[in-house]
């Protein structure tokens, strides 16, 4: 690929990722009322996280099992109230635990 098509694409996708967030700034002026909207809004960030996460979670790992382990592990840690980053340890500790044994 020459230098030309690089700053293309590079182009292409400032543009593209601009417009996802500026058009909706633009098309909605007022505050949003409906229930729905709102409440599907407010959980697009942690299921984007969560996409964006969990396949690497299974797939990085050396055995799908330790990837599997940790984050269930990491689910009842956060369900007890840990805090992010020591359910993050937890979850690591664990993969490398796993790892090194298998």
């Keep these: 690929m020459d230098n030309r098509s690089i700053i293309i694409c590079i182009l ?20 949003i009322n409906n229930r729905f909207v709102r409440s599907f809004l407010y959980y697009v960030p942690y299921v984007t996280l969560a996409v964006m996460t969990f396949p ?14 940790a984050l269930l592990v990491g689910i009842i840690a956060a369900w007890r109230r840990l ?20």
């Design 12 to 31: 292409l996708a400032i543009i593209t990722t601009n417009l996802i967030r500026v058009v909706p700034m633009l098309l909605i002026k007022g505050e």
């Design 56 to 69: 690497s979670m299974i797939q990085t790992t050396i055995s799908p099992l330790s990837g599997i382990v």
């Design 83 to 102: 805090g992010l980053f020591p359910v993050a340890a937890i979850c690591c500790a664990i993969v490398y635990l796993m790892d090194s044994v298998m």
